[in-house]
């Protein structure tokens, strides 16, 4: 593995993350209607209690 393809790996992770980031401030700024009608509070709460359940599991 040469040092530039982990730096592409690295700023390919990190676009990444930052583009998801960056649309879930947008869903969180619209209307709690408008994210109820588009599900987005179902979705944001499941992943957030599996990383909830996955971190308790890591620590027992």
Not at 24 to 43: H, K, N, T, V, Y
């Amino acid at each position: 593995m040469s040092v530039l393809s982990s730096i592409g790996r690295i700023a390919t992770r990190y676009a990444t993350a930052r583009a998801r980031h960056r649309s879930e401030r947008l869903l969180l700024s619209l209307p709690a209607e408008l994210r109820r009608d588009i599900g987005f509070p179902e979705i944001f709460d499941a992943r957030n209690s599996r990383r909830a359940a996955t971190f308790s599991a890591k620590v027992i």
